[in-house]
């Protein structure tokens, strides 16, 4: 079975911009997590979806956005990009959101 | 304080070495705790999901939890060069689906 896929792998970005990030879950996962990874940090939660419904959402501000689709699958969505938003942008398959949970490869975001 | 505090490493140890990798946690609502190895560049890798005190063990890894004392740990036997890379632990609520993480221990095994 196919794990968490991720796209694309990596992106370079201008300031102002702004970006869509994808991800499909495992199949059977109706729970998606995004988390963003700076560079000498553990992952920090953005959001969390299940059921195509917003469960949780982290301390991040209006820019970021995100949303799941009947398939499971979602997008996270980030505004007017600035330099600080260049990181590693994870996401997090599991089948109900409490349990375990599974990564994809990431999509790494430079902002120039 | 925050959340997780993971021991920051780095940490460097000859093969065939057992490796002790720990974390606390301040926030007793935690309930499930995991362990991920994360090389470089890469996605977490799920290696450890436990829930209760006490020891489980898969391999050549055991993860420990001390829900009293607020403490979790992997243990590693046999370390590998292949086991180089960062762990990280984290920790969910049971009502707060979000995964805390811990900030990561860079562990190096040496031929």
């Known amino acids: 079975d196919a794990g968490v896929t991720q796209s694309p792998t990596h992106l370079i970005k201008t300031r102002g911009q702004q970006v869509t990030l994808r991800c499909s879950p495992i199949?059977?996962?109706?729970?998606v997590s995004w988390y963003q990874q700076v560079l000498g940090q553990g992952p920090q939660f953005i959001f969390q979806?299940?059921?195509?419904?917003?469960?949780g959402r982290g301390n991040f501000p209006d820019r970021f956005s995100a949303r799941q689709f009947p398939n499971y699958s979602s997008e996270l969505n980030v505004n007017a990009l600035l330099l600080g938003d260049s990181a590693l942008y994870l996401c997090?398959?599991?089948?109900?959101?409490?349990?375990?949970?599974?990564f994809g490869q990431g999509t790494r975001l430079t902002v120039v | 304080q925050k959340e997780v505090e993971q021991d920051p490493g780095p940490l460097s140890v000859p093969e065939g070495a057992i490796v002790s990798l720990n974390c606390t946690y301040s926030?007793?609502?935690?309930?499930?705790f995991m362990w991920y190895r994360q090389y470089s560049r890469k996605g977490p890798e799920l290696l450890m999901y436990?829930?209760?005190?006490g020891n489980k063990e898969d391999g050549r890894f055991t993860a420990q939890v001390d829900k009293s004392s607020k403490y979790i740990s992997l243990f590693i036997r046999d370390s590998q060069p292949s086991d180089s890379a960062t762990y990280l632990c984290?920790?969910?609520?049971?009502?707060?689906?979000?995964?805390?993480f811990g900030k990561g221990t860079l562990l190096t095994v040496n031929p």
């Open positions: 926030n007793s609502a935690f309930q499930y």
């Open positions: 984290a920790m969910i609520e049971g009502s707060n689906y979000k995964l805390t």
């Open positions: 997090a398959s599991s089948f109900d959101g409490a349990g375990e949970a599974f």
């Open positions: 199949s059977g996962h109706k729970s």
């Open positions: 436990t829930y209760s005190s």
């Open positions: 979806y299940y059921e195509k419904e917003e469960r």
